[in-house]
């Protein structure tokens, strides 16, 4: 009987201990649960990202060249002698302005035709004296008149025993104005050899090669460089990226020679990466 009651009790009190322990048990679990609602979420890192296409410093060679535009001209003249007993009374059927052509009836005597003896543009008409001519303006050679900034002029006097056009023909300066133009800029006329043109056409964006290379010269896309200041001599910069796009630093750097496509630069690593979209963003706002 006394092992039983010994039982007994101890029965009892283990059935007060799970009583006790089990709201405990679930207050702990539902504490738990709380806290990991609660628990801070590690955000996640944001990097600040190329704007633009990512472009990387490499070496190239770079031949410098200067572009033109201009319209074909002729400085050359000729003359067509009127021999006729009283040139004044020539039924004329051109005018002074006209292009006419070696050939062409240009007007009648005594019922004949007088017949031009040159092709070109009439420019002066002397009928009323002894020695009456046709004064012409002659379509052939061409030469290619332009009018240039000091820039472009400086190039092409220093390097014009070299010039060429794109595709090798050689390229000579005939006339050099001592006299700028109102708007400051300087007459040239050019001779380009094989090239085929008509009289007051025009010329645009003609290349004309120098001959000096930069050979192995480090460079990077024009628009990967940017200024900060709306001011011609304001510094450089360049926005630095890894080959993911991802920020890395903004560099101040040099430039040398440009093609209006690639630049000379110094003040990167070749091999670098940078951001050719961010020029727009920042000189965006200089205007």
Known sequence: MKIWKGVGKALFWLLILALLATPLALIFQLSAAELAEYEAVIPPVIRDAAYGNVVQAHRTDVAEYTTVSGTFVTTAYDYQELDYRSPNLIRWEAAVGDPIEEGQTIGFYNGEPVLATHTGIIRQMQTYSE???????????????????DSVENVLSRNQDSLTTDTGAAVQILYQSPVRNSDGTTTLRLTISGMEGVFGESLKDEKIYTGRVYQNALVLDLDCVYQKEAAEDAPWFVREVDANGSFLQERE??????????????????GSYFDDGYKAIVEGDLS
């Open 131 to 149: 020695n009456a001519y046709l004064q012409l303006q002659l379509l052939e050679p061409l030469e290619l008149e332009c009018k240039v900034p």
């Open 253 to 270: 750097v040099q430039l040398g020679y440009t093609d209006g496509r690639l630049v000379c630069i110094s003040g990167v690593d070749e």
